[in-house]
C-alpha cells in the first residue's frame, strides 16, 4: 500500500462508517442554509402604510395610486391636511409619515426586524445591507478562517467555527437595533463558510477516492433540506425572534460530536499522528465489520514515510526521469486514485508531495543526501496528462536526477500555487467564473421567491425540493458521461430560463395572467443552477492539485 487512499480502501465504499459522517457533517451543511436565507423571513417587509390618526380612516389621509389595475395605498407618504373644518383631501399636500406605519401582515402576530425597527421607505436599504455584509463575511471567512482546517484538523476546526456561529446566531434573538444585527451577521457568515467548508472536507475524506463522487454531488441534498425545513419554521414560528431561535438550537446536539465524530484519517496520516489513525481505523473497521491487517500500524508508518527503497531504485533506473508518483495524502481528487494510471482522466491530476523523506543518486552514481526527492509524473499517458494539466513537461536527463524540495513543492500547491501553473490557472478562471455567475443567479432568483405569486412559505419549500430531482440527475450523468456534459447542460437551461423571465410579461394582451408560468420557469431554472452548480464544485476538486483541499475548496464554495 503506497497511499492512504489504499487505506481507506480498507473499510469499504459506503459502510456504516461512512454513511454516519456523512449525515453528521451534512447537519452542518443544513445549518448553513438556514442562517443564509434567515433574512427572508427575519427581514420580510409586509405590506405598510402610514399609520393615520384615531379620529381618521386611511382612505382620508393616505393618497392612492393605481398599480396593474388596483389602488394601493402608498406606502411612505401621507396628506398634509390644514385645519379641522374639513376632511376633503383635495389639493392638499403629502408629508412623510411622522407617527410610524401600520404593518398589513397576512397573520396576527406575525413580526420581522423590519416591522420591529421601521425599516421601511428611507430606511428600508439597511435590510439589503444587512444581507451584503453576510456576504462579505462569508467572502472573508473563507479566505482568511478555512485554511486553519488543513492546519489544525477538520473535525475540531468545523466544530469550532460552528459552536461560535451559534453562540452568534443566539446573539441575534436579542439584538436591538439593525447595527447589532449586522455586525453579528458578518461574523456569523465567515464562520458559517469555514466551518461548512472543514465538514465539506472531513465528509468527502472518509471515502476512497473511487467512491467519492456521489456523496461530493449527494452532499448539497442537505442544503435542499435545509431551505425546505427554514420555509416549514417560517410557516410555523410568526415571531422573528422566535424563528431566530429554533433555527441555533439544533446546534446544541452537535456537541456530542466531540466525542462521536472521528477526524479524518487522511489528515491525521498527513501531520504523522499515526496512533490517532489507527484508532480511527479500527472503530470504522469495526463499525463496517472489516478487517484490517494485523501489521496495519507498519501499513501507516509505510504510507506516512514513503517507500523509500522503491523511490531510489526508481530515480536511479530511469534515465528519462520518469518516476513514480508516492502520493500520500489522497484527499485533493474525489475520484481519481493514484495508484492505477490508467484511471486517470484528462484533468485529473491528485498528486501529493508531503512527507516524502527519499535518496538519489546523482552525477555518475554519487550519492546526495541534500535534500529529499520529490516525485512529480508517472510515465506514459500520465506524464502526458500531467503535462497537459499543470502545463510543465518533464524534461529528459541522462546524466542526473533533479532534486526537488518537498517543502517547498508543498508551498507550490497552494491556492496561490495553482496560479503559477499555466493550464491550471486557465481552469480556475473559468470555473471561478461560472461559480460567480450561478451564485449571483441562485441567491437572486431564491431571494426573489417571497414576492413571487402564491404562498411565499410554500414557493421557497418547492424551491428547494425542486434541488433533489437535480441532484440525482447529475449523480447518474456524472458517473456516466463524465462531468463538463452535464455543466454545459444545466448551464444551458439556466441560461434559457433566465432569458425568458427578463422579457416574459406579467398579463398577455388579452388579459390573461402568466404568474403560473413565471413560477414555473423560476423552478426550472433553479434546476440547471443545481445542477450545474453541483457538478462544478466536484470537478473543480478534482481538477486542483492541491494538497490542501481546504484552502482550494474555499475558493469556490
Known amino acids: 500500500m503506497k497511499t492512504s487512499d489504499d487505506i481507506l480502501t480498507l473499510l469499504g465504499g459506503y459502510g456504516w462508517f461512512q454513511m454516519l459522517v456523512f449525515v453528521a457533517t451534512g447537519m452542518v451543511l443544513m445549518s448553513e442554509a438556514w442562517s443564509t436565507f434567515s ?14 390618526p384615531q379620529d381618521r380612516t386611511p382612505n382620508e389621509t393616505i393618497p392612492a395610486r393605481m398599480t396593474k389595475g388596483v389602488w394601493v395605498l402608498e406606502k411612505c407618504i401621507m396628506l398634509n391636511i390644514s385645519g379641522e373644518s374639513t376632511r376633503s383631501t383635495s389639493g392638499v399636500a403629502t408629508q412623510p409619515c411622522h407617527d410610524g406605519w401600520t404593518y398589513l401582515w397576512e397573520n396576527a402576530g406575525r413580526t420581522s426586524f423590519v416591522s420591529e425597527w421601521d425599516l421601511v ?4 436599504y439597511l435590510v439589503e445591507l444587512s444581507t451584503t455584509v453576510y456576504m462579505v463575511g462569508a467572502t472573508v471567512g473563507s479566505v482568511f478562517l478555512t485554511p486553519f482546517s488543513d492546519r489544525f484538523g477538520r473535525k475540531w476546526m468545523m466544530l469550532g467555527y460552528f459552536w461560535a456561529q451559534s453562540v452568534l446566531g443566539f446573539g441575534l434573538v436579542w439584538s436591538d437595533s439593525i447595527v447589532t444585527f449586522t455586525v453579528l451577521r458578518f461574523f456569523i457568515g465567515a464562520l ?3 466551518s461548512s467548508v472543514a465538514a465539506y472536507v472531513l465528509m468527502i475524506e472518509v ?14 441534498a442537505f442544503w435542499s433540506a435545509g431551505v425546505m425545513s427554514f420555509a416549514l419554521f417560517g410557516y410555523l414560528f410568526h415571531d422573528w425572534r422566535r424563528l431566530q431561535m429554533i433555527i441555533t438550537l439544533p446546534s446544541i446536539v452537535t456537541v456530542v460530536y466531540a466525542w462521536l465524530l472521528p477526524e479524518s484519517i487522511l489528515w491525521l496520516i498527513s501531520e504523522g499522528r499515526l496512533g490517532e489513525a489507527e484508532r480511527v481505523l479500527r472503530t470504522a473497521a469495526k463499525t463496517n465489520s472489516k478487517v484490517l491487517p494485523s501489521n496495519i500500524r507498519t501499513i501507516l508508518e509505510n504510507v506516512s ?11 536511479i533506473s530511469s534515465t528519462s526521469n520518469k518516476t513514480n508518483p508516492a502520493a500520500i495524502s489522497g484527499i485533493s481528487n474525489p475520484a481519481v486514485s493514484t495508484t492505477d494510471p490508467d484511471s486517470v482522466s484528462p484533468g485529473d491530476v491528485s498528486t501529493s508531495f508531503e512527507n516524502q523523506h527519499k535518496k538519489t543518486m546523482a552525477d555518475g552514481g554519487q550519492e546526495t543526501t541534500d535534500a529529499p526527492e520529490s516525485v512529480v509524473s508517472q510515465n506514459g499517458r500520465q506524464q502526458e496528462r500531467d503535462d497537459d494539466v499543470t502545463g510543465v513537461s518533464v524534461k529528459e536527463s541522462h546524466t542526473s536526477v533533479k532534486v526537488v524540495n518537498p517543502s517547498n513543492q508543498r508551498n507550490e500547491m497552494t491556492v496561490i500555487g495553482m496560479f503559477l501553473q499555466p493550464n491550471i490557472r486557465n481552469y480556475s478562471i473559468i470555473i471561478f467564473y461560472l461559480y460567480f455567475v450561478l451564485s449571483l443567479s441562485y441567491i437572486g432568483i431564491i431571494f426573489s421567491t417571497p414576492v413571487l405569486h402564491g404562498n411565499r412559505f410554500l414557493n421557497l419549500f418547492i424551491s428547494g425540493a425542486i434541488a433533489i430531482p437535480a441532484l440525482l440527475m447529475c449523480t447518474f450523468l456524472n458517473e456516466r458521461i463524465g462531468r463538463r456534459i452535464p455543466i454545459c447542460i444545466c448551464l444551458l437551461v439556466c441560461f434559457a430560463v433566465n432569458t425568458v423571465l427578463v422579457f416574459l410579461p406579467a ?28 457538478s462544478i464544485v466536484l470537478y473543480a476538486s478534482e481538477i486542483f492539485p492541491t494538497t490542501k483541499p481546504s484552502s482550494g475548496d474555499c475558493v469556490i464554495l
Open 121 to 124: 421607505c428611507g430606511k428600508n
Open 192 to 194: 458559517d463558510v469555514a
Open 207 to 220: 471515502f476512497p477516492s473511487s467512491y467519492r463522487m456521489a456523496p461530493s454531488v449527494m452532499c448539497q
Open 507 to 534: 398579463h398577455t394582451a388579452d388579459g390573461a395572467d402568466l404568474k403560473w408560468l413565471q413560477i414555473s420557469l423560476v423552478m426550472i431554472g433553479l434546476f440547471g443552477i443545481t445542477g450545474s452548480y453541483s
Open 305 to 315: 514515510k514513503g517507500d523509500k527503497d522503491e523511490t531510489n531504485h526508481t530515480a
Open 39 to 52: 433574512p427572508m423571513y427575519l427581514g420580510y417587509e409586509p405590506g405598510h402604510h402610514c399609520r393615520v
